[in-house]
């Protein structure tokens, strides 16, 4: 069973940037679909970003020019850049592995908090 850690959450002021990562315990090559989830308080989860074969991109547009996802082979890592942060971007973030592009694989990471706030 691959196992996700996600690292590189925590406290951002509006504006700012955080890098979240995701180290798999043994090699994603086998992966096509990868992404990146969130959740806030009393909302449902969502997802911000995904990668997929040929590390084609999608992101929503709620996300879209400020959140950058991309992955390391090498390193068996997925990423995600958050820049230009807003308050509404506080949530758990989560990665996922095997998903489709309409719903989330079995794989997760065990969630990291993002506050955005000054």
């Known amino acids: 069973q691959v196992h996700l850690v996600e690292s590189g959450g925590g406290l951002a002021q509006p504006g700012g940037s955080l890098r979240l990562s995701c180290a798999a315990s043994?090699?994603?090559?086998?992966?096509?679909?990868m992404a990146w989830y969130r959740q806030a308080p009393g909302k449902e989860r969502e997802m911000v970003a995904r990668i997929s074969s040929g590390d084609y991109t999608y992101y929503p547009d709620s996300v879209k020019g400020r959140f950058t996802i991309s992955r390391d082979r090498s390193k068996n890592t997925l990423y995600l850049q958050m820049n230009s942060l807003k308050s509404e971007d506080t949530a758990v973030y989560y990665c996922?592995?095997?998903?489709?592009?309409?719903?989330?694989?079995?794989?997760w990471g065990q969630g990291m908090l993002v506050t955005v706030s000054s």
């Open positions: 996922n592995f095997g998903g489709t592009y309409t719903s989330p694989g079995g794989l």
């Open positions: 043994e090699s994603i090559r086998r992966f096509n679909n």
